[in-house]
């Protein structure tokens, strides 16, 4: 992993610590995947060569530098497309991304994640997709990107046993893409729990 890369991960880490000990405003904390979801995220990235993908809920861009670190495993001119609402929070990940040295990797599209999806053409191009955005919509944008996912690429839904409150809303969400024929997918109990579903046709 670039040194650059490392260095932000660390301290963004430490910040999210010192979040849980402090008075913070739920739209300002980060609300980032665990360090455990991000090292399993690098080692399957990078174990299936991915070179390319798209990301709901980009937050400070946390699990964007994770994506990031593995596709520059597999390539020198990764892409990856993050999509995130608060303005406050796309600075963030924007200043974030250029102290990694990476920005010129990403692109970040700032508005509603559901406008964002049905605006882009329907394509298969992704390798990966990660959801990590509001809970409700879930279901809304499995639909629209899975026809941008390619046969055998991988979407990881996050938070699918934690926060508890979440766990109702999550299992209908797990149920409802189980029943697609054109993936497989399973919950596996690493980080806040993962959904990690694969394309198969």
Not at 90 to 95: N, P
Not at 180 to 188: D, E, H, M, S, Y
């Amino acid at each position: 992993m670039k040194k650059s890369i490392s260095k932000i991960l660390d301290e963004l880490k430490r910040q999210s610590v010192l979040e849980k000990t402090k008075n913070v405003k739920h739209e300002d904390r980060m609300l980032a995947i665990t360090e455990d979801t991000g090292r399993f995220f690098y080692a399957v990235l990078t174990g299936v060569g991915a070179k390319n993908a798209l990301e709901l809920g980009t937050s400070v861009g946390y699990s964007t530098l994770w994506i990031a670190a593995a596709l520059l495993k597999n390539t020198k001119t990764p892409k990856i497309l993050t999509v995130e609402k608060n303005p406050s929070k796309v600075a963030r990940a924007r200043r974030n991304f250029r102290r990694a040295r990476i920005l010129q990797h990403i692109k970040i599209r700032q508005g509603r994640i559901l406008d964002v999806l049905s605006a882009m053409p329907k394509r298969a191009v992704f390798d990966f997709v990660l959801i990590d955005a509001d809970k409700e919509n879930g279901p809304a944008y499995f639909d629209l990107v899975l026809p941008m996912l390619k046969v055998g690429g991988i979407i990881a839904t996050d938070n699918m046993l934690y926060p508890e409150k979440y766990r109702k809303i999550m299992k209908r969400y797990s149920d409802y893409i189980s029943k697609k024929p054109a993936v497989r997918t399973i919950t596996l109990p690493i980080g806040n729990g993962q959904e990690i579903t694969v394309k198969i046709k």
